[in-house]
């Protein structure tokens, strides 16, 4: 997970979001997201989900990112 992990921030940072504007951007709390952003929990397939939703990410471009992130186009 510590790739997944990685690239979430990646994708905060790119959007200029903090931990807060991004939770808020998901629907949950700061405390919850930044816990999966620093690989103290797991993000399950629901966050998954959000997150494609919240930055309009196909599928394909989120394995990108989370697997190569030099080449994600998010």
Same mark, same amino acid.
């Given at each position: 997970?510590?790739?997944?992990?990685?690239?979430?921030?990646?994708?905060?940072?790119?959007?200029?979001?903090?931990?807060?504007?991004?939770?808020?951007?998901?629907?949950?709390? #700061?405390?919850?997201?930044?816990?999966? &952003?620093?690989?103290?929990?797991?993000? $399950?397939?629901?966050?998954? !989900? =959000? %997150?494609? #939703?919240?930055?309009?990410?196909?599928? &394909?471009?989120?394995?990108?990112?989370? $697997?190569?992130?030099?080449? !994600? =186009? %998010?």
């Amino acid at each position: 997970m510590e790739r997944e992990n990685r690239s979430l921030k990646l994708l905060r940072v790119k959007y200029g979001l903090t931990q807060e504007g991004m939770a808020t951007k998901l629907g949950m709390s #700061r405390q919850s997201y930044a816990k999966i &952003e620093n690989g103290m929990a797991d993000g $399950n397939i629901q966050f998954w !989900a =959000k %997150v494609q #939703r919240a930055f309009k990410i196909s599928s &394909e471009e989120m394995w990108h990112l989370i $697997n190569d992130e030099e080449s !994600a =186009k %998010v």
